[in-house]
């Protein structure tokens, strides 16, 4: 049985001699007519009343019982909702001595609440509703955490969401916060005249980003399919088709391993701007940043963990292979040299297995990756990208081996990456082809995507996209260091036994 320890078996009891009292504990149609952060702020001004009550009104509240403490003939509770706690006082006289005995036997910390009556001020100062009624809403059979300890397991809070969110209120606020910021960002597009669109979750090749993709099965259809990697090559199948201005908060699936920053399911959006440029882009993103920290109220100037983050606009360029030899402190003549590459990345023990069979752009990508990277802190766009890391991108006009791409990158962290989009679809062709030669390389490189490559035959005008990851944007903006405090219900290893 799932409730099988003593104290649930206490309170599966109590919940038979409830509903053997005629008392529904699961009942309906009980109405809320105002939240506890309404009443404290209605009813302050009952602390300047002479008598330091107003019996001449009658408010109902309703929430769960977070502390209980009975005292002979009358008791405090403390009751929460989702906006604030609130104190409330009941008696034998107001209740009656019935229903005051089975409250003081039946009715206990973790249940949900009605209570009805009038405010007035404790001796100490606190603003309490004295309760005329006292009604059982919903009775908790679990037991919660021991209130001064809680729930401090990491693992179980993110296993059991519900418990963490009902013993943290911090942790609640950094959802309405993540909630706030989607809200603006979805805003902010649409001021700008993007339009919002859904394009599909299952798809037939796994396409738009360099990862291995989930694969599920379609009974109907008789085929497999593969849950998104990226709505990437979907969007600007649109822009071929006429709309010049597109943007979706997508749900992502990589089947790749779990870290503080990365979870297999994840938000982003990716948006797409026919006639404009990467260089549009960035400014955009920036004028995000202003956006939301304005309506967020935040300062420009964030804690995350040891670092003072400064979001002041605009932010630092600096150009890929710059950066790897003034940020990186790599020798210029080691980045230009496949050999000399290989062999700084044996000396500190970070040679990739196949390192022979990589080009110089993806060589280069590891020295980045290991010697730059983590020494982003204050927001940096990385430009000027080597074009066979950017399948997707736009060769640039002046140096072939350049793709005209952009990363933001803030606390050590990639948080946009974006480019001027390969519209050429023999080029694009091409890119597909060496992707999939290179697959004995790299097992998340990309698969040809023919029928994306003929939507470009029928001509795409020149776009620039961008992708924000969503979930660490949240993490920076709330100080959170893992991405399963900013996920709902983040994925978890199963327990042992569980499937």
């Known amino acids: ?65 977070k502390f209980l403490r009975h005292m002979g003939k009358a008791a405090f509770a403390k009751i929460e909702d989702e906006s604030a706690i609130v104190q409330i006082y009941f008696n034998r006289d107001s209740l009656g001595e019935e229903w005051f005995k089975k409250v003081k036997k039946l009715i206990e910390v973790g249940d949900i609440v009605e209570a009805v009556g009038y405010p007035f001020v404790t001796k100490t100062g606190e603003l309490t509703l004295h309760a005329k009624e006292l009604n059982l809403v919903t009775k908790a059979i679990v037991p919660l955490p021991e209130k001064f300890h809680g729930l401090q397991d990491k693992e179980l809070r993110y296993r059991q969401r519900y418990v963490d969110l009902i013993m943290n209120p911090e942790v609640k606020k950094v959802f309405v916060m993540r909630s706030r910021i989607v809200s603006l960002i979805r805003s902010f597009f649409e001021e700008h005249g993007f339009l919002e669109v859904e394009t599909p979750m299952m798809h037939p090749i796994p396409g738009g980003a360099n990862a291995r993709p989930f694969i599920t099965h ?4 008789g085929v497999d399919r593969y849950l998104r990697i990226a709505p990437e090559l979907y969007l600007k199948r649109l822009i071929v088709g006429g709309f010049e201005a597109v943007f979706e908060i997508n749900r992502n ?11 297999p399911e994840f938000t982003m959006i990716e948006f797409y701007w026919a006639y404009h440029t990467y260089e549009d882009l960035m400014k955009l993103t920036e004028e995000l940043f202003d ?48 050999e000399a590459i290989i062999d700084l990345l044996e000396q500190k023990g970070l040679k990739p297995k196949k390192a022979e069979s990589m080009s110089l752009g993806m060589l280069q990508a590891e020295l980045f990756d290991n010697f730059v990277e983590d020494k982003l802190i204050n927001p940096t766009f990385i430009t000027h990208f080597p074009i066979d890391i950017s399948p997707l991108a ?20 990639e948080i946009a990456n974006g480019f001027n989009e390969l519209n050429d679809p023999l080029d694009q062709y ?11 390389v790299d ?5 040809m995507d023919e029928d994306f490559v003929r939507a470009l035959g029928y001509g795409m005008p020149p776009t620039a996209g961008e992708g924000i990851g969503i979930d660490r944007l949240v993490m920076l903006l709330t100080n959170q260091h893992s991405i399963r405090d900013v996920i709902l219900f983040p994925a978890m290893r199963p327990k042992e036994g569980e499937n």
């Open 291 to 338: 956006y939301l920290f304005e309506r967020l109220a935040l300062p420009k100037e964030l804690p995350y963990g040891e670092h003072l983050i400064d979001f002041s606009t605009p932010f630092s360029r600096i150009k890929y292979k710059d950066a790897i030899v003034e940020i990186g402190g790599i020798p210029n003549e080691v980045v230009e040299s496949k």
């Open 253 to 263: 699936f990589r089947n790749e391993g779990m870290d503080a920053t990365h979870n």
């Open 430 to 440: 091409e890119r597909f082809k060496a992707q999939v030669a290179n697959k004995d």
């Open 218 to 221: 379609h009974n109907a259809l």
């Open 443 to 447: 097992d998340e490189a990309m698969h």
């Open 1 to 65: 049985m799932i409730f099988d320890n003593q104290y649930e078996q206490l309170r599966i009891q109590k919940a038979k001699e409830l509903k053997e009292a005629g008392i529904n504990p699961y009942g309906h149609g009980f109405c809320k007519e105002m939240s506890n952060k309404e009443f404290l702020e209605k009813y302050a001004y009952v602390k300047e009343r002479e008598d330091r009550k107003d019996e001449s009104v009658c408010v109902r509240l309703n929430g769960r019982i």
């Open 394 to 413: 736009r060769r640039s006009d002046t140096d072939p081996n350049i793709a005209e791409r952009f990363e933001l990158f803030i606390a050590g962290k």
